[in-house]
């Protein structure tokens, strides 16, 4: 589920629509988590559709850790690619934002943390060296990646947590005491996928 203080925007001709925010987001905010809604399916269950359904899944969903294609039910599907993204997956099946994100700002993940299947090149960005999202961005990138985390659950507790909800039990306690500074946080790597088969999507 997406963060309810965000909205689906037309971006631009070449980007298409993403997810604005209509109002303050702080850092340390979970702005998209799993939820019952969320479809998930399997390689197997990917390989028994039709090309349509398929081509759905390639647009719009994400690959997790066990291989899996999972579908946003809501507008988090619509959340666009940046080399600077404003969003982070954490290790607990929710994202962070890892800066204030102001009203009319969008929201945007690293799809390179998100197990592409395929790589493909993207916008150059100010700021940042990588003009390609390959599917083992995250062996290379998670490092970084973990640090903006690290920071951002400093603030956890210290804004409002919407979503917070959302966190599946098997991970609440743990979250609880990441954010307290008592526990070690999981790396984002282990959000990583090492199997070797792509999704029958053609």
Known sequence: MIHPHTELRFISSEIGYGVVATQFIPKGTICWAFDAFDQVFSPAQVGALDQLHKDILN???????????????????????????????TAYNFE??????????????????????EPFDALTEPGSPRTRVLPNDLLHFHAAWD??????????????????????????????????????????VNCYYHGQDVPALR
């Not at 599907?77 to 969003?87: A, I, M």
Request: with cysteine; hydrophobic share 45%; charged share 15%.
């Open 59 to 89: 647009k719009y969903s994400y690959r997790d850790a066990a291989g899996n294609l999972v579908l946003c039910w809501d507008n988090a599907r619509f959340v666009n690619h940046s080399f600077n993204s404003s969003l982070v997956s």
């Open 96 to 117: 962070l934002a890892v800066r204030d994100i102001q009203p009319g700002e969008e929201l945007t993940d690293d799809y390179g943390y998100l197990n592409v299947w």
């Open 147 to 188: 640090a903006q985390l690290i920071e951002a659950f400093r603030h956890f507790h210290h804004v409002a947590q919407p979503l917070v909800g959302l966190i599946e039990p098997a991970y609440a306690a743990k979250v609880q005491a990441v954010a307290a500074g008592q526990a070690p946080m999981d790396s984002i």
